[in-house]
């Protein structure tokens, strides 16, 4: 899909809304029925209101905010994980996330068995994954590891897994949340020239990151979410030092 631009949209975001409802316990104790009287059974969280966004082929994107603001939560609605209350999105191209660590992965299962199960969620067949799986593993770097048991493995080798899987997919639209910060040093340096070159390649690229020099140097463009609304959209040096200055 083109804008009046003429430029390739590959996610557009129009009039999203997302609430969540937030439930509590019911006060058992004439004490804790005096301290919270006034709470209602349920409570509504708003935490997106009103969001309207293009996203275009070939942008890297960051989601930069404080924790709460609904940058996550965006990057979950864009993956269908949930849905919004009101408003639509939609993608334009084949997507794969990187957002939980070890989602769609079954712990009793072999990290070989979960290439297959996790690969085929994002639509490959046997024997597509049949002809990436070495690839997989070697940047996985988990060649000795990979016939065992995924639950025996640190939340750095889930991380190794569910990142080598995402990149070899063959997808147009990248979305990743926070999980990167979990690998070492030597593995986050490996994601991220893999990213360059994706980022070469075309793919559009959504990012959610508190690494605010990663968000300057890696991405060229960055939307800072305050409290559930775009804050600021625009050059990611410009948009994140107007960050910091809020923080301050």
């Known amino acids: 899909m083109k804008d009046k631009h003429d430029k390739t949209i590959a996610i557009t975001v129009r009039r999203v809304n997302k609430d969540f409802k937030l439930f509590y316990d019911k006060a058992n104790t004439l004490k ?11 409570d509504i969280l708003h935490i997106l209101k009103d969001i309207n966004l293009d996203i275009y082929k070939g942008e890297t ?12 939560t965006l990057l979950k609605l864009m993956t269908k994980i949930i849905y919004p209350n009101s408003g639509y999105l939609k993608t334009y191209g084949k997507l794969t996330s990187l957002l939980e660590l070890g989602a769609g992965f079954h712990p009793d299962f072999s990290g070989r068995e979960n290439i297959y199960f996790n690969a085929s969620i994002f639509g490959l067949t046997k024997g597509d994954i049949d002809k990436r799986i070495d690839k997989i593993i070697e940047f996985s770097e988990l060649e000795e590891f990979i016939d065992n048991p995924v639950r025996t493995y640190s939340s750095g080798m889930y991380l190794r897994l569910a990142f ?3 990149i070899n997919v063959d997808a147009d639209i990248l979305l990743i949340d926070e999980i990167l910060a979990v690998g070492d040093q030597h593995f986050q340096e490996k994601c991220y020239k893999r990213l360059e070159e994706l980022k070469k390649d075309g793919k559009t690229i959504v990012i ?3 690494a605010l020099d990663v968000v300057k140097s890696f991405c ?3 939307i800072w979410i305050s409290e559930g609304v775009v804050k600021m959209d625009g050059d990611p040096k410009k948009v994140v030092g107007a960050y910091l200055n809020d923080c301050r």
């Open 32 to 42: 804790e029925k005096l301290l919270f009287w006034n709470r209602s059974k349920n």
């Open 61 to 72: 994107v960051a989601l930069i905010g404080v924790n709460g603001s609904g940058k996550s």
């Open 164 to 166: 080598s899987v995402a």
């Open 208 to 210: 959610v990151t508190h």
């Open 220 to 222: 060229n463009r960055a």
